[in-house]
């Protein structure tokens, strides 16, 4: 909601409350001021002139010279493009020295040879949005009315002095939807009185119900209907004020009739439509449920499909309006309309709602329908508009109102101890205070000992329960004046548990590693759901989904990842590097999904670049496993962690291993496989995966320390051939197990697989390291335990060595 401050000095004295200070008091009693934009801020200089005299510009078929009276001694010479400038208007002149928005500075200057002092202004130079510039200067310069004072300040005749709040509602504060209803709350903040509007209409004679019968067939759906007549209306601008007043607001002027409907919608919080009489169709008013299938052109000039789910204004036979979203657009207001029918109804919040959501309209009537609006506002608002078309339109308003009256609203009565108070907030407040707080919300209320029984008014939909009446009484007192107290009783320090610790543990060191952390939407489609899932199971698809895109709960995190390198590519990122510690959920039959944590990252691109020494290394199988394996250091569970080569749908079937701790599969790396890689436009693409429960729930071995070694240690180096599908972590492990404790390290260094070789054999190599921490191993030693490993691979993988 936007509050015009000046608007709001209309209801309230807000003298000596600047407007920055009345958001701080506004947020700090609950409602939270998003902001305070002043419209013409930094403008200086800009003047209303008067347009002498315009002639074309002798060598510029597209520029004015003209002479414009500024208010000083003589006028001034200004060139001006606008295709609507003439002789005789009142414009916003910025003079020499004049600064626009932006720091614009107006300078003197020549164009085509013709010297121009200043500039004659659009609205949207002066700071104003363009959607919401009234059609007639859209294109053009702001004209004023003709009655404008020459040389006043342009800034302020335009209202652009103004200062805008703009409020974050939540959807139980409906009441400040309205310029009244954030009066009455900023005057219970400033203990000041509201000052009302007091509608007044005379009555042309004729009645309203000679013209116009009004039915209601969805009686709850639309409990209370009032029609006025307004006959003889002369369409035209609205005034200069109410235009202004409604820019603030964020609404487009378009005619005074329109206009009026509008300002009484932000001024009262109450929708209202106005019908062309001569094109309503007939002299009855009916509304019905819509019948299925039946057809309306809303104003959008969009023709719209109705379910009997939906209710529509008729004139008895086809719909006119579909009720408290959108009016028709054949009895739309025009230029030649000269009788407005004038509709002030109270419509259900549930039936605006579902038609709003289904036709994909949100208009400001549907937004206040929704959340509620005051039932005692509803005919106060039609006659606050009948009054202003009388005065603004040239109207004359026909006596009474043609009315459907079944509304059984009444004021929520809700009572209050003290005693409850004080004890629920922690204070001292006396019976005089509560009473005080009461009577400033305007609440009626009376007191019998210490108990207050409370009349909460109709505008206030939000006040049914003790606990509402306990947050006024806390938030009119003030949150800074309640006391602060500390816990009573035995307590214990907070701390990380050891699943907590390891999960920040991961986060810091993948971090650390280069990688930037993602959180992305637990919820996929039907293909994505089950892809590179750990546990295949059945998807978990939601009941109502906001769209099928996101309709079931994930398996995997990595097709939302592969998403996000995908959406980085596209924007000309290609080193990315992500990776998110987040739930899947897992379909185990139950009424809810069990949730599992899982550890995932993707990575693309170069991992490694100093192009001034003209070094790159692009990310590959290694440097994503040699990230897993320095997490697994850092959680100490290195020992127990292998992997093993696998196949896995989506990723490329020789470049992905499963990831094991002790011999369970817990996950994978690897390459993503080339189809995959095409359909989201990837590069060469590295993604991992791995549940984190059995990582960070692995029980350690206390951390011990061996002393610096005294000794010298021997190393062997060998090379063995084996057949082709000997994997070399097969062969490592075995030359580890017959090594014995005298094995300290042993690593693979060469394969050779070339020209040399007989086919379907390969040469793998291995550095072998021994070493006795208690003395110095003699060649015997050495050579004894080589020969068992030696033994140990031909018995076992069938190994020779090579020549």
Not at 118 to 124: A, D, E, H, N, V
Not at 321 to 341: F, K, P, R, W
Not at 468 to 476: I, P
Not at 491 to 506: D, E, I
Request: proline share 4%.
């Amino acid at each position: 909601m936007y509050v015009s401050y000046k608007w709001l000095e209309n209801y309230v004295d807000l003298s000596g409350v600047t407007p920055d200070e009345l958001a701080e008091k506004i947020t700090r009693s609950g409602i939270e001021v998003e902001g305070v934009e002043r419209i013409g801020d930094g403008i200086k200089g800009v003047v209303v002139g008067h347009v002498l005299t315009c002639e074309q510009h002798p060598d510029a078929d597209k520029l004015n010279i003209c002479t414009v009276d500024v208010g000083e001694e003589e006028p001034v010479q200004i060139i001006c493009g606008a295709p609507n400038v003439a002789k005789g208007q009142k414009v916003a002149v910025a003079k020499v020295g004049a600064v626009l928005p932006g720091n614009f500075k107006i300078k003197k200057a020549k164009l085509r040879g013709e010297v121009s002092q200043g500039m004659i202004c659009s609205l949207q130079e002066l700071g104003v949005e363009s959607k919401l510039v009234p059609k007639e200067h859209a294109d053009g310069i702001y004209v004023f009315p003709e009655n404008e004072e020459v040389g006043a300040d342009a800034v302020e005749r335009l209202s652009l002095d103004d200062s805008i709040l703009e409020l974050g509602l939540t959807p139980n504060r409906s009441d400040c939807l309205s310029m009244l209803g954030v009066a009455y709350e900023v005057a219970a903040i400033l203990d000041r009185d509201v000052k009302l509007p007091e509608p007044s209409v005379s009555g042309s004679g004729e009645k309203a119900s000679d013209y116009v019968s009004v039915r209601v067939e969805a009686k709850e759906d639309n409990p209370l209907y009032g029609a006025k007549i307004i006959k003889n209306v002369k369409i035209g601008p609205s005034p200069a004020w109410m235009q202004h007043a409604l820019m603030a607001a964020g609404i487009r002027p378009h005619n005074n009739v329109v206009d009026i409907t509008n300002y009484v919608l932000l001024e009262y919080g109450q929708p209202l439509h106005a019908f062309d009489y001569d094109r309503f169709g007939s002299k009855e008013v009916v509304v019905r449920r819509a019948h299925n299938g039946e057809k309306i052109v809303t104003l959008d000039d969009t023709e719209r499909t109705l379910s009997d789910d939906q209710l529509v204004i008729t004139n008895g036979k086809a719909p006119v309006a579909l009720a408290g979203v959108m009016g028709g657009a054949d009895s739309e207001v025009q230029q030649d309309t000269t009788t407005v029918l004038l509709e002030a109804a109270y419509f259900t919040g549930a039936i605006v709602r579902g038609a709003s959501k289904h036709h994909g309209l949100r208009s400001e009537a549907s937004t206040r329908y929704e959340k509620g609006v005051d039932p005692e506002r509803v005919l106060k608002a039609g006659e606050r508009a009948a009054q202003l078309m009388a005065e603004y339109a040239g109207g004359e308003v026909l006596e009474g109102t043609v009315l459907f009256d079944e509304m059984t609203v009444q004021p929520a009565r809700v009572s209050i101890t003290l005693e409850k108070i004080n004890s629920s907030l922690g204070t001292a407040i006396t019976a005089e205070e509560v009473e005080g707080i009461f009577r400033r919300l305007g609440f009626p209320v009376e007191v019998s000992g210490e108990t207050f029984n409370v009349t909460a008014p109709t505008r206030r939909g939000d006040i049914t329960i003790q606990e509402d009446l306990l947050e006024e009484v806390a938030r009119l007192y003030g949150y800074d004046h309640i006391p602060m107290t500390l816990p009573q009783g035995a307590s214990t320090a907070g701390g990380l548990s050891p699943y907590q610790a390891k999960r920040r543990a991961v986060r810091r060191y993948l971090e650390g590693a280069g990688l930037l952390q993602a959180i992305t939407y637990s919820l996929t489609n039907d293909k994505k759901a089950t892809q590179y899932a750990l546990d295949v199971k059945e998807p978990v698809r939601l009941l109502m989904p906001m769209s099928e895109e996101r309709s079931n709960l994930r398996l995997s995190i990595v097709p939302q990842l592969l998403e996000v390198i995908s959406y980085n590519k596209a924007r000309q990122n290609d080193s990315l590097a992500f990776y998110e510690v987040g739930a899947v959920f897992l379909n185990e039959g139950e009424e809810l999904p069990r949730e599992e944590e899982h550890i995932a990252g993707a990575l693309a691109g170069l991992w490694h670049s100093h192009l001034w020494q003209g070094e790159k290394k692009a990310v590959d199988f290694y440097v994503a496993k040699g990230i897993l394996e320095g997490m697994f250091e850092n959680l100490g569970v290195s020992d127990a962690i292998s992997y093993r080569q696998a196949v896995i749908d989506g990723l490329h079937p020789g470049r992905t291993a499963e990831i094991l701790l002790n011999d369970e599969v817990i996950g994978f790396v690897g390459a993503t496989h080339p189809e995959v890689e095409k359909d989201l436009d990837l590069d060469a693409t590295y993604v991992f995966e791995l549940k984190a429960a059995p990582v960070f729930g692995y029980d350690k071995a206390p951390l011990g320390y061996s002393p610096i070694p005294r000794h010298p240690s021997i190393t062997r180096d060998i090379a063995l051939v084996v057949t082709q599908d000997v994997k070399a972590g097969d062969v490592q492990a075995i030359i580890k197990e017959a090594g014995g404790k005298l094995l300290k390290e042993v690593s693979v260094f060469d394969l050779y697989e070339g020209e040399h070789m007989e086919p379907g054999k390969k040469s793998l190599a291995f550095s072998l390291k021994y070493f006795d921490p208690a003395k110095t191993l003699t060649d015997e030693e050495v050579v004894k335990v080589h020969n068992k490993v030696l033994e140990a691979v031909k018995a076992k993988a069938g190994a020779e060595l090579r020549g």
